[in-house]
């Protein structure tokens, strides 16, 4: 899974090949996918990682599979990658110690625009993060990317979504697209409407660009994503 010239300045540590279920390979496929080369103007190194999976990353986040994406982000800086990124936003949890061992920049996940959302939105603006799984979401992921409080932040998750989490539940099974379309845009509005001091929204998945389009015409808010964020270090570096 490898689109890369010699001038791709982003590298992406992504799962590893034949660990990635049915679903979310459907998934990738769309437009907006952290995974799909057709969500970038500008070229990327896709690099799967040993041992990388939903186990070892969103449930329970493996030492040893950080040790391998240490070792593979520094083989990419030494061929010429100039900043690392990851194709799970539950490698939040991992921020700092990439980011302290690789030497050039790191962002693990969308989480990371957090703290600048709140700050643009105002000290009265909440902030959504919609999350693959609220309960694997914790407190470690958000100080690991600079989330000091939880004060204003409002976490709904898609696992109660039947066909999301029919992704994960069978995962040979195929999903509906278009269901999915429709959970996740229905759980930003309930967001809204339940929270209406909502300002923004940040999507901590990275399955989830595909949808920001639709959630900011529905909601008139702003939607950071893992996108938003890319092309944005892509622009600094």
Known sequence: MVNESGSAKIGVLCW??????????????LPGNSTNPASYEYSVRFHPVWGANVHTILENPDQ??????????????????????????????????????????????????????????????????ITANAGALGLEHLTSVGIASTAGLHIVGLEHCAQWNRMFAEPEAEIDLEVIEQEVLGTALRALDEHPRIRAFVLECTDLPPYSAAIRRQSGLPVFDFITMVNYLHSAI
């Open 64 to 129: 040893n599979v950080l040790r391998t994406m240490i070792s593979d982000a520094r083989t990419m800086v030494s061929q010429g990658v100039r900043a690392i990124t990851t194709s799970c936003g539950f490698n939040a949890i991992f921020q700092r110690e990439l980011a302290g061992a690789v030497g050039v920049p790191v962002f693990t996940s969308s989480l990371l625009q957090v703290p600048f959302a709140r700050q643009i939105c105002g000290p009265e603006g909440d902030i959504c993060i």
């Open 16 to 29: 590893e090949k034949g660990q990635v279920p049915k679903g979310l390979q459907q998934l990738e496929a």
